[in-house]
């Protein structure tokens, strides 16, 4: 991340240095802090300190949501050497500290994936449960901590469209096999196999493009809830086969069992989809 910083303290003290005030530490990111300017108006009764900052911040995404996921970046910060006692940072408030969201330039930080839909600004206290090896220090020593919050959510229409075709074929070739006599199991047999196939090798295509991540996603949920309703053609397509061979009332039975999944496959993957 690249942005801009600044710190401003109103009513100042002609009898207190306030340089202290820019020695900051991103707690959560390796930073390359640059001061720009320094301005102290005593007159006007105020400190101005003003700089960018080049930070590469760890981030560990969770994508179990994922096409519908929503990223959280944070960017917190806390003064090196003074604690709560001595500096405690809040928001600006005297006009807004970042851009609105609806303003246009805000743009060049969204993508054709990520949108960003919310920006916040958190201050809270930081107790650190140690005195550090300093004889010096009290107890528990707490510093303000500051921590502007973007949150990004992804536009999930583009990877649907890639799902939703492919997956919608192949649902089609194994729906298909209710419309196929009982005893024309290879006919059916034929279709469900096909079927199979076609989902897992769509599935190892769109792996690449797929967040690499050791739990399920929505993505992967999908997948399993086709390869169940395949499975399921391909068991009602055994059983019927065989009660066609018994008894008249077996090979009714397994008619009504065909009907009735001509209905009950698609309306059922609908409510589990």
Known sequence: MLFYWWFRVDSVDPKIDYADIADIEFVNADTKIDIDKKKEDLSKG??????????????KANYANFPFDTQMLEISIENKNNNIDSIVYVPEDKGPFMNELKQNNIEILNGDQYSISQMKCENSVYTYKTNFGDPGVKGNEQYSRISFIVDLHRNPAGILQKL???????LILAYLVFYIPDYEIGT?????????????????????????????????????LVYSF???????TVITFNLSKL?????????????????LFPALFCILL
Request: contains cysteine; proline residues 4%.
């Open 46 to 59: 105020f400190y101005y300190v003003t700089g960018r900052c080049k930070a590469t911040i760890p981030y």
């Open 164 to 170: 939703a075709l492919p997956l919608l074929v192949v």
């Open 188 to 224: 059916a047999s034929a279709l469900t196999v096909t079927a199979l196939l076609a989902a897992i090798a769509f599935q190892w295509t769109l792996n690449d493009s797929l967040p690499k991540v050791s739990y399920m996603t929505i993505v992967d949920k999908i997948f399993y």
């Open 230 to 236: 395949i499975f399921y053609a391909m068991a009602q």
């Open 247 to 263: 008894s008249d009332d077996m090979k009714k039975l397994s008619h009504r069992i065909e009907v009735h999944s001509r209905y």
